[in-house]
């Protein structure tokens, strides 16, 4: 039997845009022959019984997580689909790989999260034009707002809500570059004295003021916390080694690693506070996440737009040359299933929808005319074809009941009265009644 994994679809030249889906299709890709496998660039979430991917079929079974898939196959394909098989308990490191998971799922997780969905420079800019080359037009109504929305529940309790500008500020302002991070660190520096052109002036430190005293400065002193705190623990663990339990392979752990450090190297985000802090500070992190990508993936560019055409049924991995064995999606959706779920997105959120905002070279927002069917070209277009056919039935009805040929004289009467006035002078009501 065939495994058939289904991911979140590429971006970035990464096979997913989720890094637990990275981590699973690093770890098949390295250990799990390839024609015992498949891959599939899904969005039906549907499909899981978590509502999540990466999803593993193995039959009737269905496992989700990358974490439960390992298990499953550590259980299942013991000796075969192990990663992990040369760790021992003597060592300790089956313990150490236990708590080192967790150290990552806990605070890899929200810094994936602050940066691709809670900053809204780089949401806007990357995050939802990624999106855009994965889904289906109508799926870009729901999950994107929806995947920030568990970002923004996962992320609350570090306090960094200013980093999304449309939470923390109604009154945002049109044009390019506002209300974006960096528009507003830039105003910040200008407000407390600071020229932008690299000059070294007199910093006002006064209470409540200043560039010290903006949220954006305060945010960036955060983030560099928490970049540090992920990397400095990785990096302790990497020490000299090649891969973080030594040997001459990579381990579970490994590909888990690189699933979220990979996202925050290679995203080409307008703010990459942690991509400068990785190749600043640890850099031998930045050499290992390259080093994997090659040894996991074989160093492969995946492209958004081939995996879409396989996945919709138009090519075949193989006449791609692509290494990864991406299967289209079976079986294909039918038309009333298409118009239910464009039914289901895209009315009841359409007016709800995140604006899509393209990366512009500057590094600012700048908004462009998104791609997909706008809300109010929705409505027009249902609103004018609802009274195409109401008139066009109006109009039958009135020509079967009228028992009359030739013109039609429609005569206007204003009550101004209980009785009514003629409305031209020389016709009354009655000489009107006498004219029908």
Known sequence: MVLKLHVWGPTFGLPSIDPSCIATVAYFHRFV??????????HDTALSPQGEFPLLFDA??????????????RDRYAHTHDLDENLTPQQQQRTDQIALTSFLESSAGPLVD????????????????????????????????????????????????????????????????????????????????????????????????????SPIYTARFKLDALSSQLLQPLADQLGNKKYMFGGDKPSGLDCLAFGYLALLRYAPVPQAWVRETMETKFPKI????????????????VGAADVWSIATGKAVASDLGMQLPWASRS??????QVLGAVHDSVLPHALQRDPIVRHG?????????????????????????SAVAVGLTALAIHYRRSPRDGALIFWALRPLQPVFEPVFEGFGVDSFLKQL
């Open 331 to 336: 079986p294909r959706a039918t038309l009333p």
């Open 286 to 301: 930045h050499s290992y996440v390259g080093r994997l990508r090659e040894e996991l993936l074989y160093n492969e560019d």
């Open 33 to 42: 022959p390839r024609d015992q496998w498949t891959l599939v660039a899904d």
């Open 60 to 73: 009737d079974e269905k496992i989700t997580g990358f974490t439960n898939v390992v298990s499953y196959l």
């Open 114 to 213: 602050l940066y691709l969905y809670i900053s809204s420079e780089n949401y806007n800019n990357t995050t939802t034009a990624a999106y855009t080359a994965i889904l289906p037009w109508f799926a870009n109504y729901t999950i994107p707002p929806k995947r920030r929305d568990l970002a923004r529940s996962r992320t609350a309790h570090l306090g960094l809500s200013s980093l999304d500008v449309a939470e923390a500020s109604e009154d945002t302002q049109s044009g390019p570059g506002r209300g974006t991070a960096s528009s507003e660190y830039e105003a910040a520096k200008r407000a407390a004295g600071i020229p932008t052109d690299g000059r070294t002036p007199a910093l006002n430190m006064g209470r409540g003021k200043g560039l010290l005293g």
């Open 361 to 385: 070279t500057s590094g600012s927002s700048k908004s462009q005319p998104s791609v997909l069917p706008s809300p109010f070209a929705i409505n027009t277009l249902v609103t004018v074809t």
